[in-house]
């Protein structure tokens, strides 16, 4: 019997079960099940195994085989029998194996995601199929039937009993496909007594409800074999996700181990309830299940979450970005449409890609009026450490390479938050981070803030030669040292005030006249100063790094941000604006920016309009380009005459004395000329141009 070829073909209906297609073939045949099963080559030890085990096959079973010898049928058809449910099976083996390391619920979804060792029916399928058991509703979620939309079966009615738990017969003839296989109680003997109710006949029709026809329509293709792993695996990643928002909703996983006849009446409401909710993901039902929260310090993704899906992580973390703190919403990006759990970044590879401060152009973008320029781009620095990452804030503060304030970064946070753009600028933080994640950074931070601590950036001689070549004067120490400070910057791309205590003056105004440095520094000046970094660079092994840089991506909606586009507004205006303006402030007043873009500007495009080639300029404007309040207060202290100054710099006594007043310099004495006329060292004879500052600014300028 075992290489016969049976004259009677049955072709499996779609989506039948191994076990019903043997035992609906072994009826039309009249021969008991398992004898079916042994002729058509189907393993002895399978052929013994409960229906639940028959429907998942096993890998021994040929498919080619079986069909040969079922007169010919389908081998594809004959595979799908048992392939779309024992792919399942070991899908969600691995997926729960993956999640055991997870406490939450997800551990217990197996009783709600492993085939059942029984199997439900729809009476009105079973009517019309004659007797053909599909491997769906083996699935315990299976719960409706979408072409009836009528609950399924799962007791049989007379009895109680569950259907299709034993095995293949051995000593019958098949004939209970559609009627109940429960053995009833009666004297014992070779007959075979079962209830045999009818189970096409249902007692009542029980409605499903739509969003539960809507769930099981949306996983009909999940035992589909013509669906790729992928997709079934997507399916799958979708079930416990509908699972976990169902244990949010009601579902007691526990109360059907209690009482495991009522698992369909205990899975059916929460599970309409969450597929309802996350059919609608940006919803007020999704969002009052994401959020119903009662803790004080919410997490972004507390442990009752633990095992969703990214899609679901991205939708909960979503609707809580509200509820969270800032650092939580950089972390997980919550703000953001690719809002996702914690990955974890290398936090020294993001290190090498951050400059101290944020770099200027997004400082203007994105600071809020109420946070000082130089804070916001030290904070923002900072704050770009977090998104993605599991460091602690301690961890990060410690690594950190600049220096940092707690205080400050708590009040970064609050009043980021506070701005009305605030969900907009951490969002461009977190954008940020993503770019520099991907596409990297050309410059390596960390060896520029190492080489610039290293070697001496500008020495003297250095400084000389570049101002000979561009004809102006080299000045005083003070100024050798600002243009130190100024290529410090450019290539750390740190702000002054923190930069090594080597490069700076102990005196409080020093920071301040650098900053008028820099805005007044020409663009000659500036120019042969970029070379010189440049063969700085070049010498130090940074022959492949762009000298200054700073991220461009578009990913961002500038209408959002709390500042303007940078680079919108016309360089020539600024630079006549200062050049026109007394002080900065007011250059940055006329054109309706901050003193900070002022500055951008004059980095990225240095002026090169000469403050007294202006005959627009007033004489005070002229004079305070050549001089500022150092090298007067010099000129005084050697004792040059104010007379002497009104005459060298065309101005009058009172702009002069103006002048004095404003950088608080004390107005020499009446007499003091005469004294100092007995001294043929003075300024007034100056013999040695380096040892004159004025006579420096005479031979420069005039
Ligand atoms: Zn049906
Ligand atoms: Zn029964």
Known sequence: MTTTRFPIRLDPVRGEAFDSWIDAYAQR???????????????????????????????????????????????????DLWSGLSRYDRLIAEHLARAAS?????????????????????????HENGGRWLAAWRLPWQLACPTHQTMLASHC???????????????????????????????????????????????????????????????????????????????????VDLLIIATRVGLDLRAIDRDRRNMQKILTGPLAEAHAALSHPTGSAMRAIATNDPARHPGALPQAWDGVSPELAAILLQHRDRLLSPTKRLRYHSMTATARGLEGIDL??????????????????????????????????????????????QTISDRWPGPRNRQRMVMFGRRVTADPHGTAILAALCGLADHLDTGGAPINYERRRALAGEIEILNRRAWRVI?????????????????????????????PRQSPQTLRLRTPEFL???????????????????????????????????????PRFTDIDPDQLPGPDPDAIAPRAVHLAIAESRTARHAADKLGITIAHLHYIIRV??????????????PRVRFAALLGADKLTQLIDHGTSLRQIEATYNINRRTLHDELVTHDIRVPPKNRRTRLRRNPRSTDCPTNPDQDPLAEEVSVHL
């Open 467 to 495: 101002c000979r070549a561009d004809g102006v004067c080299a000045g005083l120490d003070r100024r050798h040292m600002h243009a130190r400070l100024w290529l410090w910057e450019t290539l750390t791309g740190g702000l």
């Open 348 to 393: 020294t590879t993001r290190l090498k890609t951050l400059p101290l401060a944020l770099w200027p152009d997004w400082s203007i973008r994105l600071r809020p009026p109420t946070i000082a320029p130089d804070t916001f781009r030290i904070a923002a620095a900072i704050a770009l450490c977090l998104p993605g990452s599991t460091d602690a804030l």
């Open 512 to 550: 301040r006249d650098h900053a008028r440095f820099a805005l007044a520094l020409p663009a000659t000046t500036a120019r042969r100063l970029n070379e010189h970094a440049r063969q700085l660079l070049d010498a130090h092994g940074c022959q492949r790094e762009p000298i200054a840089w700073s």
């Open 102 to 126: 997870c406490p939450g619920a997800v551990g217990w979804f197996a009783r709600v995601l492993r085939p059942m060792v029984s199997s439900r029916w729809c009476p009105s399928c079973l």
């Open 605 to 618: 495009h240095p002026s090169e309009i000469d403050a007294l080639t202006l005959s627009t300029a007033a």
């Open 157 to 239: 009615p007379a009895c109680g009993g569950t259907q299709r738990n034993a095995g293949l017969r051995a000593k019958y003839v098949p004939d209970l496909l559609t009627t109940c296989a429960c053995p009833t109680a009666g004297p014992a003997g070779h007959l075979d007594r079962r209830c045999r109710h009818d189970l096409t006949i249902a007692t009542t029709v029980a409605r499903a409800p739509a969003a539960l026809i809507a769930l099981q329509a949306e996983m009909a293709l999940i035992l589909d074999t013509a669906v790729t792993d992928e997709h079934a695996l997507k399916l799958i990643d979708r079930l």
């Open 29 to 79: 045949l009249l021969i008991p099940g398992r004898d079916l099963a042994a002729a058509l080559g189907v393993p002895e030890k399978l052929v013994r195994l409960r229906g639940c085990n028959v429907a998942k096959g096993d890998p021994n079973l040929d498919p080619e085989q079986i069909a040969r010898r079922a007169c010919g049928i389908d081998p594809a058809a004959v595979r």
